[in-house]
């Protein structure tokens, strides 16, 4: 079965950098294409980013481009996120995503990234 386990949230100071990741397992992780998703207290859930399966290509968020940045490991089946001169707009908590089989999208429990002023 899918599984997706984020690690890594903290808080954090405005400025301040963080790398969160999401360790894959029950799947051929090099098959699937990864995402970052962040919902913030009382909005929708919102891409972060998405990075190909074989890691050579990534896209994010117009709004994110330039500070974050997604990779991935797949000796370690795990995706990251690194987040620079983060903000307090970036407060959420942060989700790795895939989409399996049939259209069934697989997400982990979260991890909170909390940036403070």
């Known amino acids: 079965q899918f599984r997706l386990v984020e690690s890594g949230g903290d808080s954090v100071q405005t400025g301040g950098s963080l790398r969160v990741s999401c360790s894959a397992s029950g799947f051929t992780f090099s098959n699937y294409r990864m995402r970052w998703y962040r919902q913030a207290p009382g909005k929708e859930r919102e891409l972060v980013a998405a990075i190909s399966s074989d890691g050579a290509r990534a896209n994010y968020a117009d709004s994110l481009k330039g500070r974050f940045t997604i990779s991935r490991d797949n000796a370690k089946n795990t995706v990251y996120l690194q987040m620079n001169s983060l903000a307090p707009e970036d407060t959420a908590v942060y989700y790795c995503?895939?989409?399996?089989?049939?259209?069934?999208?697989?997400w982990g429990q979260g991890t909170q990234v909390t940036v403070s002023s």
């Open positions: 995503n895939t989409i399996g089989p049939s259209g069934n999208a697989y």
